[in-house]
């Protein structure tokens, strides 16, 4: 069965310091996404793509958040610098949603980030 | 602004009886909505889903129930098992969303034996 794959699974990192997470979406799949979830709460949208191009990070905190996915396929999102509130689980997830169709998102593990 | 809300934060039921988690929204341009089943440490797991042009979508021990009029909709689980103990979220998208998923903030189911 396809799956998102998403590395690594832990991140322990220091204040200040450069993280980046990596994400190969289920093959075929348009729409990547990623999100962060805090503990006791709902996934929120960090930035979507479709294809390469961003169609919405308008919750990406662009002064330490950057993500990219430059063929179209898999993607990466940079922290840096990294701060003490960072510490969540980050969500890939992918669709074969395109323009206005409705499809059901797939999610990969997560990277639980810990930031001390 | 939460615009979809899952007012629960946790259930505790009986193995084999009927699990009913509720959810609730405010964007009335929302046109689909999906269940997601999450483990600790794991991501969350697809369950099942419906468009709003129905009302009801039903996948073996699983049925969603939408009410577009109250902008309510619930997941019935029958029956329990203890195997679906995990955090339930409920998802939304459609309209002005540019096809992302508004999350709530999760309910968390406990079947106890």
């Known amino acids: 069965e396809a799956e998102v794959a998403q590395s690594p699974r832990y991140k322990i990192t220091e204040k200040s310091q450069a993280v980046a997470f990596w994400c190969d979406p289920i093959s075929g799949h348009a729409t990547l996404y990623w999100y962060r979830q805090i503990l006791g709460q709902g996934p929120e949208l960090l930035v979507q793509?479709?294809?390469?191009?961003?169609?919405?990070d308008s919750q990406l905190p662009k002064d330490r958040f950057s993500a990219e996915r430059l063929k179209g396929v898999d993607s990466t999102l940079k922290i840096q610098p990294a701060e003490l509130g960072d510490s969540a689980m980050y969500l890939c997830?992918?669709?074969?949603?395109?323009?206005?169709?409705?499809?059901?998102?797939?999610f990969g593990q997560g990277t639980r980030l810990t930031v001390v | 602004d939460q615009q979809v809300k899952q007012n629960s934060p946790s259930l505790s039921v009986q193995e084999g009886r009927i699990s009913i988690l509720n959810c609730d929204y405010t964007n009335s341009m929302f046109d689909y909505f999906l269940w997601y089943k999450k483990y600790p440490a794991e991501g969350p797991t697809f369950l099942i889903s419906?468009?709003?042009?129905?009302d009801k979508n039903e996948d073996g021990r699983f049925t969603v129930f939408l009410n577009k009029s109250a902008k309510h909709l619930s997941l019935h689980i029958v029956p329990s098992q203890p195997g679906d103990s995990a955090v339930y979220f409920c998802a939304a998208s459609g309209g002005n969303q540019g096809g992302k998923l508004i999350f709530g903030q999760g309910t968390e189911l406990s079947v106890k034996p």
């Open positions: 793509f479709q294809d390469e191009s961003v169609v919405d």
């Open positions: 419906i468009s709003s042009i129905k």
């Open positions: 997830a992918s669709s074969l949603r395109r323009r206005s169709s409705n499809t059901e998102a797939f």
